[in-house]
């Protein structure tokens, strides 16, 4: 069965830097595919993956740094486990809902997130809805679960959330209403996601 066109694009507007068809392309295929492997963090924020996951191997290095603490990093393999899709949600204002009961925001107790984290793990993305002025998103999942992302503030250049692609290009949403796509590095997603 052909996978249904779910992003909805919210107003009248088009995108001012970007094409609905490469927002369109970008989430095709990741709808219908569990998130796992979430992850909280106060810097870095809420991550997600999705699709089949691989292992990331980072071999020890020697670095010039005088640090002892960046030395014994370095000399230490480091194995990521990563989805083929990767989903930031990065500089914003976040909230996770159940049947319009809020589970929790960004600004909840480590406690919580973890406890609203658990019920959206295993979830499948079914649809995003993206405001184009402000790139308010609404991520919905199949079992109920809806994550919504705003800015922190009116015209902010911030991006809100990026989602890295199996084929190398990185999506990212700003709070000003700027939508690019890019080729990505490894080095820009977070360390150890």
């Known amino acids: 069965m052909p996978k249904r066109l779910l ?21 095709q295929q990741l709808y219908g595919n569990p998130c796992w492997g979430l992850r909280y963090d106060r810097q870095l924020n809420l991550s997600m993956n999705f699709g089949v996951p691989s292992l990331d191997i980072r071999e020890p290095f020697t670095t010039d740094s005088s640090s002892e603490t960046v030395q014994q990093m370095a000399a230490r393999r480091r194995v990521t486990v990563r ?38 793990e295993g979830q499948k993305l079914v649809s995003i809805a993206i405001d184009p002025e402000t790139c308010a ?38 709070g000003n209403g700027q939508i690019n796509q890019q080729q990505g590095t490894e080095k820009a997603r977070p360390h150890g996601r």
């Open 137 to 174: 998103t609404r991520f919905a999942f199949d079992l109920g679960c809806v994550l919504k992302c705003r800015r922190f503030e009116p015209g902010s250049e911030q991006e809100l959330w990026m989602l890295y692609e199996p084929r190398g290009f990185v999506l990212s949403v700003c």
């Open 83 to 120: 989805g083929e899709w990767f989903l930031w949600i990065y500089q914003c204002y976040w909230s996770l809902n159940s049947a319009e009961r809020q589970l929790a925001t960004g600004a909840s107790s480590y406690r919580r997130i973890e406890r609203a984290m658990s019920q959206l």
């Open 7 to 27: 992003v909805k694009i919210i107003g009248e507007q088009g995108f001012h830097r970007m094409g609905r068809e490469t927002i369109d392309s970008s989430f």
